[in-house]
């Protein structure tokens, strides 16, 4: 467990820079954007409800961005090792177990991904209170909606993405996040061990990825044919255990070298 906490530290030490540019960028830029999309709500009484606001002006886009911006990184992260000293070597030399090296830098890419959900949450909520300060401004805000935070969580899909409210969503929610982590992770060892047989689980998971949160972004659409998320769930959770069980042999095995 030393080991694996050293590991730790030095990585997050490699990453901290970046993880502080990625957070303030993902609190500061959307309140500059839903600042100048927000620019008419002292002007009228007929405001866009808050979640259209943050949907229409681009914030939702531009998370997903930030999060391939992340995914890109660990990916750099992880090649860097092959590149000039060649520390990947090094760290396999290391009188640590192999599967450290491996958690290591999986944890810390969770890590990364936790912090970038915080900030975008910061972020909406300070979103909401810098275009609800804009309203109040009109007519003393009478026209401003209690709890409209909360209104705005509860009917927008993205923000439920974000936020889940209820358990299936949660375990949804969860399940994407980990084959993401897992799978970005898992689809770097098998490019570097020459095993491409392990892109078809990861094909696989991006399928699901993709028909999961299609679905889950446009509920109202499929309101009549309403979908259990419980089986893509499990096989979220199932691929992430594949993909961290199969990434620790190729690790142990050091055909990543």
Not at 22 to 36: F, K, M, Y
Not at 56 to 79: D, H, M, N
Not at 161 to 175: E, K, Q
Not at 185 to 191: D, N, Q, W
């Amino acid at each position: 467990m030393k080991g694996l906490y050293r590991l730790i530290n030095v990585e997050f030490g490699m990453w901290l820079r970046f993880l502080a540019a990625l957070c303030a960028s993902t609190i500061v830029l959307p309140l500059l954007i839903l600042n100048a999309a927000a620019e008419d709500y002292a002007f009228y009484a007929s405001h866009a409800r808050f979640e259209h606001l943050y949907s229409s002006s681009g914030c939702s886009l531009l998370f997903l961005g930030l999060l391939l911006l992340l995914c890109l990184y660990f990916l750099k992260s992880v090649y860097a090792g092959y590149w000039g000293s060649k520390s990947v070597y090094t760290y396999l030399s290391l009188p640590v177990a192999r599967e450290s090296l491996y958690f290591a830098k999986l944890i810390v890419f969770m890590i990364g991904c936790l912090l970038l959900f915080a900030a975008q949450l910061v972020s909406i909520r300070l979103g909401y209170s810098l275009a609800m300060n804009k309203a109040e401004t009109y007519m003393e805000g009478r026209y401003v909606m209690n709890n409209g935070l909360f209104l705005a969580f509860a009917r927008s899909e993205f923000l439920r993405v974000l936020l889940p409210m209820t358990f299936t969503r949660i375990l949804s929610s969860l399940g994407m996040l980990l084959v993401i982590v897992t799978g970005v992770y898992y689809g770097a060892l098998c490019e570097r061990s020459r095993t491409y047989i392990g892109f078809v689980p990861i094909a696989v998971a991006g399928w699901m990825l993709y028909r999961t949160l299609a679905y889950r972004l446009n509920e109202p659409i499929h309101s009549a044919t309403s979908t259990n998320l419980y089986p893509s769930s499990l096989l979220f959770f199932a691929l992430s255990c594949l993909f961290v069980w199969h990434g620790v042999r190729l690790m142990k095995r050091g055909s990543i070298a």
